[in-house]
């Protein structure tokens, strides 16, 4: 029967000839009876170290060991420490080194989320209520999401990516039953948003730092929910009634009626009717602002300047005063 040491050396001996190969990505740090350090790397941004040490009565104890990284989550770490000191007492009176090892290699060849744990955290806790859904696939990364705000959903998928977050986050449409240029523009938004996370802009500033990929999730979640959330009770800030029909079965779609909604620039929506009023009555000078939030509107439909605007009403006003007087002189 091996004694103690004798055990371990062998072991020792069999990690160095079988860890590289056996285990895809694996990278011996240091390897003797005084500690054990296997370097796991599937990319950059999932890379750990599995740290182990011998206790006195090994194999007959579990190996001591801790995860180390500074890409993955501290909370996670913790979490696979704990599932790896479960694993290690299963195997009391066995060598234990490679099986651990193979564990974690498996566990972030698993878990596409292991390097934004903490941004799932933040959108389970933060952004989803009792009436909304959220399904996590693990092993494919998609997280899919029903958002429920008075009668109108939307059902969205987001991908996390293997090279996350180097890449990023995909979002895609399941179902919803907002108006179609409104779901089109939630998702064309998120998709930029998430572009520039990871791409640098194309016109750098000279005293701007290195570009470095940035986590895309979060910011992704957050704004398209906060849309999802706000938009359908958005009152039209000129005739201040809701904008979107309480029942969506009854959504305008014919864009020249005066109930159709219309977005523009400042975030807020307004009727097409009552935004063409409101862009043909003064004051003109500085441009239309918005009633809601005093910024300039812009909207590729009014894009006329103040004087022309102005120009407009006065003559149309001139015209009703001469209707007025002819209506006066018939009387």
């Keep these: 029967m091996l004694s103690n040491m004798d055990f371990i050396n062998k072991e020792l001996e069999d990690v160095r000839k079988r860890c590289v190969d056996d285990i895809p990505g694996s990278e011996i740090v240091a390897c003797h009876p005084a500690a054990v350090r296997i370097r796991i790397v599937r990319t950059k941004y999932k890379r750990l170290e599995v740290?182990?040490?011998?206790?006195?009565?090994?194999?007959?104890?579990?190996?001591?060991?801790?995860?180390?990284?500074?890409?993955?989550?501290?909370?996670?770490?913790?979490?696979?420490?704990?599932?790896?000191?479960?694993?290690?007492?299963?195997?009391?009176?066995?060598?234990?080194?490679?099986?651990?090892?193979?564990?974690?290699?498996?566990?972030?060849?698993?878990?596409?989320?292991?390097?934004?744990?903490?941004?799932?955290?933040?959108?389970?806790?933060?952004?989803?209520?009792?009436?909304?859904?959220?399904?996590?696939?693990?092993?494919?990364?998609?997280?899919?999401?029903?958002?429920?705000?008075?009668?109108?959903?939307?059902?969205?998928?987001?991908?996390?990516?293997?090279?996350?977050?180097?890449?990023?986050?995909?979002?895609?449409?399941?179902?919803?039953?907002?108006?179609?240029?409104?779901?089109?523009?939630?998702?064309?938004?998120?998709?930029?948003?998430?572009?520039?996370?990871?791409?640098?802009?194309?016109?750098?500033?000279?005293?701007?730092?290195?570009?470095?990929?940035?986590p895309s999730l979060k910011k992704v979640a957050s704004y398209l929910i906060d849309c999802l959330r706000n938009y359908p009770g958005s009152i039209c800030p000129v005739c201040r009634e809701r904008a979107f029909t309480p029942n969506p079965e009854h959504t305008v779609k014919d864009d020249t009626h005066g109930r159709y909604v219309v977005w523009v620039y400042c975030g807020h929506l307004f009727h097409k009717g009552c935004l063409d009023e409101f862009f043909k009555t003064p004051p003109f000078t500085g441009g239309k602002k918005c009633p809601s939030c005093q910024k300039r509107i812009y909207h590729d439909k009014w894009n006329i300047t103040p004087k022309v605007a102005e120009d407009r009403w006065a003559h149309q006003e001139a015209r009703r005063r001469e209707l007025d007087e002819v209506v006066d002189f018939l009387q």
């Design 51 to 214: 740290c182990m040490q011998f206790q006195n009565k090994y194999p007959d104890e579990p190996i001591i060991i801790e995860i180390k990284s500074k890409t993955v989550p501290d909370k996670l770490k913790e979490g696979l420490t704990k599932i790896c000191d479960e694993q290690a007492k299963t195997l009391l009176g066995k060598p234990q080194i490679l099986h651990i090892a193979k564990f974690v290699q498996q566990f972030l060849a698993d878990n596409p989320f292991s390097v934004c744990s903490e941004e799932v955290s933040f959108i389970k806790r933060e952004l989803i209520t009792e009436k909304d859904e959220i399904k996590m696939k693990q092993k494919s990364g998609v997280i899919v999401i029903t958002i429920r705000e008075t009668e109108y959903f939307m059902k969205f998928r987001l991908k996390v990516p293997d090279l996350y977050p180097e890449q990023q986050i995909v979002i895609e449409n399941v179902e919803n039953n907002f108006p179609d240029l409104f779901h089109k523009m939630f998702l064309a938004q998120t998709e930029e948003m998430a572009r520039r996370c990871v791409q640098p802009p194309l016109r750098k500033k000279p005293k701007d730092p290195p570009f470095e990929p940035a």
